[in-house]
């Protein structure tokens, strides 16, 4: 195999965006967007897409491509993202993919576990349960049904929480029973680059990125959005907040402190979920990125010797 897929990970505010417009410019090829949260047009501020001018330095696929009122489900996007790469693949030697979704990026690198058909009729059923009891109720459930994957899941991402209930429910079998099958092999070769840094300095970026949502109109943003909140896509950091300050629930002040505690502990479980994965090769975010070309660049040679 002679193309190779460079995938950049990390946690949010670290600056893959900026290193992957360098690396797309140095290897003259494409970006695929991985961040379930910028696939939507309509969320740009409070999930930090890049930026217009960032977006003319190098191609960018999967920004902003889908409303927030479409269904639209990770194995959409593997098979969306692994058709892009196939195009991609018949001009240029190199593509990269760049997220911080360990779940996103596993579908792509090694594709996603599959799961048998649920009746409708369960997940409707789970879905009046949590309007009806809460989350909580939901959690304790799952912790009866399989709690390995209670122990692993983030039991506050309330999709992720349904998902694997109705699962356990409609199968009989644990969630976590279906997790346990050989990966895909892909045509392309994968070399995995993290991004990280010391903790504090992560807090700070991401203190500071939050503080820059605000001055460029996040209240505006979730504002225009209020009358869809309920969907799945909304339930996310940033705008669950700001619709707890619109219902007079919270003062802006203390949103926009929730979101900067929502965002820190999202980064300490992405970092969590990406270093459970030897394959990646971590470099500090200060790391030239000379350097970093030349690890790809050795990698690739390597993988197709």
């Known amino acids: 195999m002679n193309k190779n ?42 999930t930090a897409a890049p930026t217009p001018e960032e977006l003319e330095q190098a191609t960018h696929h999967f920004i902003q491509h889908r409303s927030i009122k479409d269904d639209y489900s990770v194995g959409d996007f593997e098979k969306d993202a692994l058709n892009k790469l196939n195009d991609l693949f018949k001009t240029n030697d ?14 792509v690198t090694k594709g996603l576990d599959y799961f048998p058909e649920i009746a409708p009729a369960i997940r409707e059923k789970i879905l009046e349960e949590y309007h009806n009891k809460g989350l909580e109720h939901l959690q304790e459930q799952l912790k009866s049904l399989d709690p390995t994957y209670y122990n692993e899941v983030d ?15 409609g199968s009989g079998q644990p969630y976590s029973s ?11 070769n994968i070399i995995k680059i993290g991004i990280t840094a010391e903790r504090e300095i992560i807090y700070d970026r991401i203190n500071l990125r939050v503080e820059l949502m605000a001055k460029e109109g996040l209240i505006d943003e979730v504002k225009s959005l209020y009358t869809y909140k309920s969907l799945n896509a909304l339930n996310t950091v940033g705008y669950k907040e700001i619709f707890k300050y619109l219902d007079n629930e919270w003062d802006i002040d203390f949103a926009y402190s929730e979101i900067k505690k929502n965002t ?26 000379q350097t970093i ?10 993988k197709q010797s």
């Open 5 to 46: 897929l460079i995938v950049i990970v990390g946690p949010t505010a670290i600056g893959k965006t900026s290193l992957s417009i360098l690396l797309a410019k140095h290897f003259n090829c494409e970006i695929v967007s991985a961040d379930s949260r910028q696939f939507y047009k309509e969320m740009s501020i409070g």
């Open 293 to 302: 070309a030349k690890h790809i660049k050795k990698s690739s040679l390597r």
């Open 178 to 188: 279906f997790l346990t099958k050989p990966k895909k092999k892909r045509s392309f």
């Open 155 to 169: 039991i506050k991402n309330t999709h992720r929480v349904m998902r694997a209930l109705e699962v356990c429910i």
């Open 94 to 107: 190199y593509a990269i993919l760049i997220g911080g979704s360990g779940l996103y990026i596993n579908a």
């Open 264 to 289: 820190r502990r999202f980064a300490k479980r992405q970092l969590t979920w990406f270093k459970k994965d030897t394959e990646i090769k971590w470099f500090d975010y200060k790391e030239d990125f």
